[in-house]
């Protein structure tokens, strides 16, 4: 202990009895402590310090006190730059070094020494001392130590981003590689790889560390320890992707092994990642574009572009071979207006022409490239073929496309019907518009050969080609077409049973005779040209033969009549009707004799006969179809034979027989207008009373206010306002406001004050007290009312009650 | 380069391309594809008890060799007038018996088809697999040991009636020139029964078998025209129906009128510029399998 130290740091009383006591009882570390307490209160380092070494150095092995020594040292620099207090940090290492030397077991004063070394940011020490560490410490210890190198190099050392930038430019990456070749395998840091190899023997999470190594782009080591874990070994990352290893493996086979090393391990890539393909092609093109190799990556990427079946992957590579070649040509470009020297100048203007024509036809190809991705997706999809076919404007073109088409589709796979039929069509209309009449004919003859599944694929041919022979002004060769295709067999119901339970076994040909489709339009085509009476019983026979195969709609038959009306067979015709009313039921037989019936009114049949017909007509009603102008045009019959209440009575036979509100409605106007026209206004009296009471009161209210002017007309105005009355209390005033204008204009000018306040009262009465309409609240949004049964009262003996229904606009019928 | 050179082209040839793509008519590969319609009778009779008359065999897979050719609009007119001149040759007979032909090289719908030179009768084959390898076998056979380059089909002058085996249609057939027959088509016929013995799993069925000895390359010809409902089949016909016991006799009789009808055509000799005309040449036989038709190329002279 120097004289020097003494003065300087035992300053009072306190120091010169800890001193003294320090004389006589040294080997006491509970004086030393209180010592040391002592001087942390005086706040001076130096004499702090100066205790502690003296301690330290009392008690050698004292791992504690060493420890605690050292923390305090360390807190001392903590913040500090450690290139501007250099000195500093080296003292303190310099005591680490001693206490090290002294308590070489403690991983705790390691760990310490090792951070404070760290924070200096010195790779050496580091590394040296990591190695002194793991040489000394205890096995179980180690991992102690390494975490804290590992979250150096990877917090301080290692940037994740520097990989990623170094790939992306590639106009850098053609410019370099193909004009400017220099080093560009980049700063390995392998300092950092040096340690994490070593690092990846011990490590449990090796997932981690090797992702670590794969940061310090050290290609040689990371290939090694790659192949090793990842490739030659089981490997399944938790955190990362298998997927982002192999392109960092990939990545440093690139930089440090040989072309077949790599492309094996490409090729192993691609298979072990299907759906990353269009990444490694990339990733394979680049390769070559950094050897300098144009030619393979190019052909690369156009090979890849012509295989891939994904969306995704075509984009990518489509995107990325345009760049590259647009690249390519900007940096050619530059290069030639540097470079003027003849031979190397012509080389580069024929590379440039090349890519420029080739990044032409990319350009302007798009749409068939991607046609040609849909096709590989999907080579039945008649659509795309389609599509294709417009992408090209000359027929020759369109013809190979078609050809393409038609002999590449399986046609039990395509899933549109009719849509491979179409596509031999629109052949054959290319060759139709180009006068080759007989490569179109060939072409419908070929079409007609393929066993499709759907029907709608042969109607399709057959009727283009009958169009087409039709346009050539061959109509009798169109009939002909037809004539073969409708051809029946003589089982015609058991080859469609076969068609139907056949499993598209059987093919659509067996049952072309029951197209609809070509019998209408084999039809129009035989009545267009029937002249002869040949014609004419052909195409009777066309009809009957229709009929017969149970494929006659109401048009046809409709249609049927009308020809042989044209042909002045009326007796004929009817009867066509009559067959057309017993085989189709409720609302085409009703449009069936509506027509019939008019024609025959037309014809001016016997009464008798429009009777019989009328008395048939009119029981379609009872199939629930509304048919109001049946019984109008009945009533006009009998109205025309002089029958005035016959007339009469049919309408109301058909206001009580109809169903609908409509219906009704306009029953009971004809039948009441009429009745006071025909019959006179008196007999309108009954009728408007049935009337009111049956219809639903929104509706009657109307016919109540036309009886109340109708006993106004014939002068009884007691009946008058009892109708009014009666008329008011069917629904609230304010709905009703026709009837209470007219009844307060009619107490105006026939009545007095009395009769005019009675009507003002009950207009008040009834205004409070049909607050609460349930017709009103039914038909707010959202309402459902209730609704008239349609079924009679399951007790006979019941008379009927009749009904009020409320018209609501949105009323649901629910048939459960 | 001649990537690049294949999307570009000059405007002649475009036009070229053009008049090509169109002018030849359908392409050939979709007349092979499709070229047997769905024989959908058959679906008649497997549904009723009755299988009489069945054009088909079930559990079977038939074929048959043939040359093929598709005659241009001047064949088709210089056919259709052949046929003319035999019709009225043959109504010298009677014309009650005087068969009515109808041109093979256009459908009944109008539509142009192709006419062939069969090298063999039907032959059926016991299993899919065997008929795949009989075509495998024919292409190799063929592109092998038929010497390569072209084969000219000429026509003798003259002309024949043939019938069917079932004798109920008759054809009206260009006889193939006798020098053909002999150097060629004898050859094409041992290529292809080469084939069949290579192929074959079992022995041939009678009926087959029988097919077979009716059919000789001797008698190699191109059918031009068909007769389904002549007097002579049906007079047979009927015969047979009649009395089943004299149906030696009444074959006599229907070869007889047979013979009678080749007599009158032989004497009507059709002009060398004609036949010149009708001439084609081949470079590949065919074979049907299934709906296709199956393509058996000879060796190129190149």
């Known amino acids: ?225 790659y192949r090793k874990y990842i490739i030659d070994m089981p490997f399944s990352p938790a955190v990362h992707t298998a997927y982002e290893f192999h392109c960092t493996y990939l990545r440093s086979l690139e930089k440090s092994s040989s072309h077949s090393e790599y492309t094996q391990a490409m090729a192993q890539c691609m298979e072990m990642f299907p759906e990353q393909k269009s990444s490694l092609i990339i990733q394979l093109a680049k390769y070559y574009i950094g050897k300098a190799d144009l030619f393979t990556a ?50 580069l203007e024929s590379d440039l022409a090349y890519n420029m024509d080739l990044l032409e036809y990319l350009l302007e190809s798009h749409s068939l490239l991607l046609n040609d991705l849909k096709l590989r997706q999907n080579v039945n999809d008649v659509g795309t ?123 659509a040909k067996a049952i072309t005779f029951i197209s609809q489709r070509l019998w209408t339009l084999y039809i129009d085509l035989l009545e267009s040209t029937c002249e002869s009476p040949a014609g004419i019983e052909e195409t009777v026979r066309a009809y009957e033969q229709l009929i017969a195969l149970k494929l006659a709609t ?38 069936i004799w509506s027509l019939y019936l008019q024609q025959s009114l037309d014809r001016k049949r016997p009464a008798e006969t429009m009777r019989d017909l009328f008395e048939q007509a009119l029981k379609v009603v009872e199939e629930d179809v509304d048919c109001p102008s049946l019984f109008i045009l009945c009533s006009d019959f009998e109205h025309s034979c002089g029958l005035e209440k016959r007339s009469i009575d049919v309408l109301l036979r058909g206001c009580r027989e109809c169903k609908s509100l409509s219906a009704k409605v306009a029953l009971w106007k004809a039948c009441l207008s009429f009745s006071k026209e025909r019959l006179g206004a008196e007999s309108s009296r009954p009728l408007y009373e049935e009337c009111i009471k049956t219809l639903p009161n929104s509706r009657a209210t109307s016919f109540a206010l036309e009886f109340a002017e109708t006993e106004a007309i014939l002068g009884d105005y007691d009946r008058v306002r009892a109708i009014l009355r009666f008329g008011a209390g069917l629904i609230h005033p304010d709905r009703n406001a026709q009837l209470w204008n007219y009844w307060s204009e009619f107490e105006l000018k026939h009545g007095d004050k009395s009769t005019y306040k009675e009507m003002l009262k009950m207009k008040r009465e009834l205004a409070s007290t049909m607050k609460v309409s349930t017709e009103a609240v039914s038909q707010k949004d959202g309402n459902i009312a209730f609704v008239a049964s349609n079924t009679e009262p399951k007790n006979p003996g019941t008379p009927p009650v009749t009904t009020e229904i409320a018209e609501n606009p949105e009323e649901i019928v629910l048939d459960i | ?68 050719t598709r005659p241009s609009r001047r064949q088709q007119s210089l056919l259709d007038a052949i046929l003319h001149k035999a019709s009225a040759r043959l109504g010298h007979t009677s014309t009650m018996l005087a068969p009515v032909f109808n041109p093979l090289h256009v459908s009944e719908l109008g539509s142009p088809l192709p006419l062939h030179v069969s090298l063999t009768a039907n032959l059926d084959f016991g299993s899919a697999r065997e008929l795949d390898t009989f075509a495998k076998m024919l292409q190799i056979e063929v592109l092998q040991n038929f010497p390569a380059g072209p084969l000219d089909i000429t026509f003798a002058p003259r002309l024949r009636v043939y019938d069917n085996i079932e004798h109920s249609s008759l054809f009206l057939a260009l006889e193939v020139a006798a020098h053909v027959k002999s150097r060629s088509i004898s050859r094409l016929c041992t290529l292809i029964t080469e084939s069949l013995d290579f192929c074959r799993s079992h022995e041939p069925s009678q009926r087959d078998a029988a097919r077979s000895s009716a059919w000789s390359f001797e008698n190699a010809h191109m059918s031009i025209a068909r007769c389904d409902n002549s007097a ?24 007889q009128e047979l013979a009678n009808l080749n007599q009158l055509l032989e004497s009507m000799p059709l002009e060398s510029e004609l036949l010149d005309e009708l001439k084609f040449q081949c470079s590949g036989i065919k074979l049907t399998k299934e709906r296709a038709n199956v393509w058996a190329p000879f060796a190129s002279l190149g």
């Open chain 1, 385 to 507: 073929w389609l599509e294709r076919a417009d992408l090209f404007s000359s027929p020759a073109e369109k013809v190979n496309v078609y050809t393409d088409a038609i002999t590449k589709i399986d046609h039990l796979k395509t899933t549109i019907p009719g849509s491979f039929g179409q596509l031999w069509c629109c052949l054959a209309q290319l060759y139709t518009t180009s006068g080759k009449l007989d490569a179109a004919r060939e072409t419908y003859d070929r079409g007609l050969r393929v066993p499709y599944k759907s029907l709608s694929d042969l109607e399709n041919i057959w009727c283009a080609w009958a169009e087409m022979e039709l346009e050539c002004g061959r109509i009798q060769a169109s009939i002909k077409l037809l004539r073969e295709a409708l051809k029946v067999p003589k089982s015609a119901g058991l080859v469609v049973d076969a068609y139907n339970t056949g499993n598209s076994s059987v093919p």
């Open chain 2, 1 to 68: 380069m001649n990537h690049l050179k294949d999307l570009y082209c000059s405007e002649e040839e475009d036009d070229e391309q053009l008049d090509e793509g169109l002018s030849a008519g359908l392409p050939s590969e979709i007349l092979d594809k499709y070229c047997i319609s769905p024989n959908v009778e058959k679906y008649e009779y497997a549904l009723g008890s009755d299988m009489r008359g069945a054009n088909f065999a079930i559990g079977k897979w038939s074929s048959f060799v043939f040359i093929e």
């Open chain 1, 554 to 591: 109401p048009l046809n038959f409709i249609n049927y009549s009308h020809f042989l009306q044209e042909q002045g067979q009326w007796d004929e015709s009817f009867k066509i009707y009559e067959r057309a009313i017993t085989i189709f039921p409720g609302q085409a037989r009703f449009d």
């Open chain 2, 232 to 255: 002579i089949t049906r007079k047979y016909a009927h015969q047979c129906h009649l009395s089943p016991a004299f149906s030696a006799a009444a074959l006599r009789s229907y070869r």
């Open chain 1, 1 to 225: 202990m120097d004289t020097g130290s003494v003065t300087r740091f035992v300053t009072s009383k306190e120091d010169i009895a800890y001193e003294y006591e320090l004389q006589s009882d040294g080997d006491n570390l509970v004086v030393w402590r209180r010592y040391l307490e002592h001087k942390k209160t005086q706040e001076n380092d130096s004499a702090l310090a100066w205790v502690y070494e003296r301690c330290c150095f009392q008690f050698p092995g004292s791992t504690e006190m060493w420890l605690e020594y050292m923390m305090w040292r360390v807190s001392l620099l903590s913040g500090a730059n450690s290139v501007l207090y250099a000195e500093e940090f080296e003292k303190c290492n310099q005591l680490f070094e001693k206490a090290m030397y002294l308590c070489y077991q403690s991983v705790e004063l390691w760990e310490l020494y090792l951070r404070h070394v760290v924070e200096q940011r010195n790779l050496h020490l580091i590394r040296v001392l990591l190695n002194k560490a793991l040489r000394h410490l205890h096995m179980e210890y180690h991992i102690r130590v390494w975490d804290i190198v590992i979250e150096f190099i990877e917090n301080a050392v290692l940037d994740p981003q520097v990989a990623l930038e170094a790939e992306e430019d590639i106009d850098a990456l053609v410019n370099e590689s193909l004009f400017n070749p220099m080093d560009q395998s980049g700063v390995a840091d392998v300092w950092s790889s040096h340690i994490l190899s070593r690092y990846i023997q011990v490590a449990e999470d090796l997932e981690h560390a090797l992702y670590l190594l794969g940061l310090t782009q050290d290609h040689p080591e990371i290939a090694k320890a």
């Open chain 1, 298 to 347: 190019r052909s690369t990427l156009l090979d890849a572009l012509a295989s891939t079946v994904t969306s995704k992957s075509f984009s990518e590579i489509y995107d990325f071979l345009v760049k590259l070649l647009e690249a390519f040509a900007s940096s050619s470009i530059q290069q030639a207006q540097k470079n003027t020297e003849s031979e190397n100048h012509q080389q």
